[in-house]
């Protein structure tokens, strides 16, 4: 008598544009593990993001990723957010307990790591954050809670003021001085600027030198433009994979209850980059 096949999980992401690498890393994560699961990235225009989340409830998908434009749109649609969701005002991560939808962020513990992955411990380092929207919020919440002194900056101004309001010490510094003469020696671009063949942050020519560490959050592409300056400047360089890579890790154990195995997820990452 045949076997019954053994019962499929399924996770994904919710997004305009779906993410292959985010597919692969948690596929190859899975895989790594023995674990009959699968990861599905789910198109979904803004417009029908309620009925998105009736979809995932229906077909009892564990859990997803979230992408721009969504991290703040979810917000009122969810049954629960976990303490550092609400905090930032972002989710990037729901997970679906028997129909309920809870709201995690992940992104600021994704950058935290990715940083101090290059240059150790963040307390007490200065460090400049460009960027006010989703994931700035998170990055900036991230660095802040890792006892960093935080400088903030964003096209639009007010955005930076009300971020660094909710940030104690947090101070805003104009955004083109920044841009001429960066603040700070670590430097997080977190705006979508460079991203998918859109215009780079118009950084002056001597903007940086040997002594900046710059990592760029975007990740589509991987080597943008941002970072192949701040290379050719003599600056340390991190790109948008490493903050991907630590977020996703946290999905995975969210989802799955168990450690993410790490190099697997990484290697998917270094091939990407390689390539
Ligand atoms: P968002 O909420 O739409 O925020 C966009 C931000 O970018 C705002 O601060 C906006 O400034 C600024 N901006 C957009 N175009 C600009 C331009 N031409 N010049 C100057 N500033 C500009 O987007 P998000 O969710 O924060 O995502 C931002 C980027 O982070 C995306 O590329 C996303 O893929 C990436 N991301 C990466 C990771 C990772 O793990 N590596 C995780 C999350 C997100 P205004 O306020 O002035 O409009």
Redesign the pocket.
């Known amino acids: 008598m045949a076997s019954s096949p053994s019962p499929i999980t399924t996770c994904g992401s919710l997004s305009l544009h779906p993410v292959t690498f985010g597919r692969r890393m948690h596929q190859a994560a899975y895989d790594a593990l023995g674990l009959p699961w699968l990861y599905v990235p789910f198109a979904c225009e803004s417009v029908g993001l309620k009925a998105a989340l009736e979809g995932m409830r229906a077909l009892s998908i564990r859990g997803f990723g979230v ?3 969504f ?2 749109e979810i917000l009122p649609l969810l049954d629960e957010l976990a303490p550092l969701a609400r905090t930032i005002g972002a989710v ?1 991560t729901v997970v679906n307990d028997g129909g309920r939808l809870c709201g995690h962020n992940t ?1 600021a513990e ?1 950058a935290v790591q990715a940083l101090e992955e290059e240059v150790g411990s963040l307390r007490d380092a200065r460090v400049l954050v460009i ?6 919020r998170a990055v900036a919440f991230g660095v802040h809670a890792a006892g960093a002194k935080l400088l903030l900056c ?3 101004r007010d ?1 930076a003021e009300a971020l660094a309001a909710e940030l104690k010490g947090a101070e805003v510094v104009a955004y083109e001085e920044a841009l001429r003469k960066p603040p700070a020696d670590i430097i997080v671009q ?4 460079g ?1 998918a063949g ?2 780079s ?1 118009p950084f002056d020519e001597a903007a940086f030198s040997e002594r900046n560490v710059v990592m760029d ?4 592409p991987l080597h943008t433009e941002l970072i192949q300056r701040a290379k050719a400047a003599g600056a340390k360089t991190i790109h ?2 490493r ?2 890579l630590f ?1 996703a890790a946290r999905q995975f154990e969210l989802y799955t209850g168990k450690t993410a195995p790490l190099g697997v997820m990484d290697e998917v990452i270094r091939e990407a980059a390689a390539g």
């Open positions: 992408s721009m434009p991290k703040i990037n992104d994704g960027g006010a929207g989703g994931a700035a964003n096209r639009t955005k977190a705006t979508s600027a991203m859109a215009a942050l959050i975007v990740y589509k948008g994979g903050m991907l977020q």
